[in-house]
């Protein structure tokens, strides 16, 4: 049996996942934005994005999307579910998995 590395540790994927609404929408596409690395799953109701590794959600790109002030609290409203630690703070929303 093989054990786990810190590297094999950091790039397990994370998710986060948003109701599919006109209020995520803009959300999605800064997240987008920010993760080039990351896949966007759109299904009926629901979006997730999936990321290698690690997920960064930034305010002032939200704020760019949105063309207004953006707390990083207004996340949580429309989430459905997420897959990670969470870093949370006033300008970054950062998922990852860190080693113990």
């Known amino acids: ?38 896949e966007v799953d759109e299904m009926p109701g629901m979006v997730k994005i999936n990321a290698p590794g690690r997920l960064v959600v930034k305010r002032e790109t939200i704020e760019e999307e949105v063309g207004r002030e953006f707390d990083m609290r207004e996340l949580h409203i429309n989430l459905i579910s997420l897959s990670g630690e969470v870093d949370e703070g006033l300008d970054e929303f950062i998922l990852e998995w860190k080693t113990a």
């Open 1 to 38: 049996m093989s054990q786990t590395t810190a590297t094999d540790v950091k790039r397990q994927p994370v998710f986060i996942a948003f109701q599919a609404n006109n209020d995520t929408r803009p959300i999605i596409d800064a997240i987008q934005a920010d993760n080039p690395e990351a």
